[in-house]
C-alpha cells in the first residue's frame, strides 16, 4: 500500500483538517476525522492549543513559538504534527492568491 499523504515539511502553513472536530477532555483533547472515521487523542493540552493555532502563523515554527513551547520540545511536537499529518488530522493550508 503506497501513502499518498503530503509529506510533512513544517516548514508550510498548516491547519486542522475542515473535517476533524477536536473534543476538549482532561488529559487534552479527542480528535475525530468525519471523512476517514479516525479517532486520535491529543494527550496534553499545549498540543491542543498548537493544532488549534496553526491556521492562524504561516509555519510550524511561528506556531510552536506563538503558543509557547520551549526549544527543546520543538522536536517532540513536530512529530506529533507529522503524525497527525499522516492522518489527515491536520493538512496544509491552500495557498493564498495574492
Known amino acids: 500500500m503506497t501513502d499518498t499523504a503530503v509529506p510533512f515539511d513544517p516548514a508550510v502553513p498548516w491547519r486542522k483538517s ?13 480528535v475525530y476525522h468525519f471523512g476517514n472515521r479516525k ?5 496534553s ?4 492549543a498548537v493544532v488549534t493555532a ?10 510552536l513559538a506563538a503558543c509557547e513551547v520551549p526549544e527543546g520540545q520543538h522536536r517532540a511536537y513536530v512529530t506529533a504534527l507529522a503524525t497527525l499529518a ?5 493538512e496544509r493550508r491552500p495557498e493564498e492568491s495574492a
Open 86 to 90: 499522516r492522518s489527515q488530522m491536520i
Open 39 to 43: 479517532l486520535s487523542f491529543l494527550k
Open 45 to 48: 493540552k499545549p498540543l491542543v
Open 18 to 30: 475542515p473535517s476533524v472536530a477536536l473534543r476538549p477532555e482532561p488529559f487534552g483533547a479527542l
Open 54 to 63: 496553526l491556521e492562524a502563523h504561516p509555519d510550524v515554527p511561528s506556531t
